[in-house]
C-alpha cells in the first residue's frame, strides 16, 4: 500500500473517528475519495461525542436529545457549526457570534440551558429567577421564592449540576 487514497473505506472512517474536530473537517476537504467518509452518519455522532466528552466543549444540541435520530445533514451542520465557533473562540482576535442586552438586576449569577437558545439568572438576595430568550434579548419567565438561592456545583460530563433550596 503506496498511499493513504488505497486505504479501505471502513479503516479510514475508524481512523477519522479519532481526529479532533478541526482536523476531521481538514481531512474531508482534501480529496473526493477521502470525502466519501461523511456520509457516514457514525462519523459525524462519534465527532458530537467526541466534542463534548473529549473535547470538552458545548454544542447546540441537547444534552437529553437523541442524536441517532438526527438527519445526516443536521449532524454534519451541528459539528460544522460547533467547528466554527471553536476556531473563532481559540483565534487571537474572536468575535461575538451575536450580542444580546438584558435588562437584568446588578449581582445576579446566570447559567445556560444547554441545546436552548435561554439562559436564566437568579439573584439570591431576592429569591428570584428569570429566563431569557437570548436571540430577542427578552425575558419570557419570571419566578419570586423569597428565600430561594441557587447554586451551581460541578460540571460532569452531562453538564452543570445545578441546586436550588430554600433557606429557613
Same mark, same amino acid.
Given at each position: 500500500?503506496? *498511499?493513504?487514497?488505497? &486505504?479501505?473505506?471502513d #479503516?479510514? =472512517?475508524?481512523?477519522?473517528?479519532? %481526529? +479532533?474536530?478541526?482536523?476531521? @473537517?481538514?481531512?474531508? *476537504?482534501?480529496?473526493r &475519495?477521502?470525502?466519501? #467518509?461523511? =456520509?457516514?452518519?457514525?462519523?459525524? %455522532? +462519534?465527532?458530537?461525542?467526541? @466534542?463534548?466528552?473529549?473535547e470538552?466543549q458545548?454544542?447546540?444540541?441537547?444534552n437529553?436529545?437523541?442524536?441517532?435520530?438526527?438527519?445526516?445533514?443536521?449532524?454534519?451542520?451541528?459539528?460544522?457549526?460547533?467547528?466554527?465557533?471553536?476556531?473563532?473562540?481559540?483565534?487571537?482576535?474572536?468575535?461575538?457570534?451575536?450580542?444580546?442586552?438584558?435588562?437584568?438586576?446588578?449581582?445576579?449569577?446566570?447559567?445556560?440551558?444547554?441545546?436552548?437558545?435561554?439562559?436564566?439568572?437568579?439573584?439570591?438576595?431576592?429569591?428570584s429567577?428569570?429566563?431569557?430568550?437570548i436571540?430577542?434579548?427578552?425575558?419570557?419567565?419570571?419566578?419570586?421564592?423569597?428565600?430561594l438561592?441557587?447554586?451551581?456545583?460541578?460540571?460532569?460530563?452531562?453538564?452543570?449540576?445545578?441546586?436550588?433550596?430554600?433557606?429557613g
Amino acid at each position: 500500500m503506496s *498511499s493513504i487514497l488505497e &486505504v479501505p473505506e471502513d #479503516i479510514l =472512517l475508524e481512523l477519522a473517528k479519532d %481526529l +479532533d474536530v478541526a482536523d476531521l @473537517i481538514s481531512l474531508l *476537504s482534501t480529496c473526493r &475519495v477521502i470525502r466519501k #467518509i461523511e =456520509l457516514h452518519k457514525s462519523l459525524w %455522532l +462519534d465527532s458530537l461525542v467526541r @466534542i463534548r466528552e473529549v473535547e470538552r466543549q458545548p454544542h447546540p444540541l441537547s444534552n437529553t436529545q437523541n442524536l441517532t435520530t438526527l438527519s445526516l445533514e443536521r449532524l454534519q451542520h451541528t459539528v460544522q457549526q460547533v467547528n466554527r465557533l471553536m476556531k473563532n473562540w481559540r483565534s487571537d482576535n474572536p468575535r461575538p457570534t451575536r450580542i444580546a442586552q438584558l435588562s437584568v438586576e446588578p449581582n445576579q449569577g446566570f447559567f445556560c440551558l444547554t441545546g436552548t437558545p435561554f439562559i436564566v439568572t437568579h439573584a439570591d438576595a431576592g429569591g428570584s429567577m428569570s429566563c431569557w430568550d437570548i436571540l430577542d434579548g427578552k425575558r419570557v419567565a419570571h419566578l419570586e421564592i423569597p428565600g430561594l438561592f441557587v447554586r451551581m456545583g460541578h460540571q460532569g460530563i452531562s453538564g452543570w449540576a445545578i441546586r436550588a433550596y430554600l433557606a429557613g
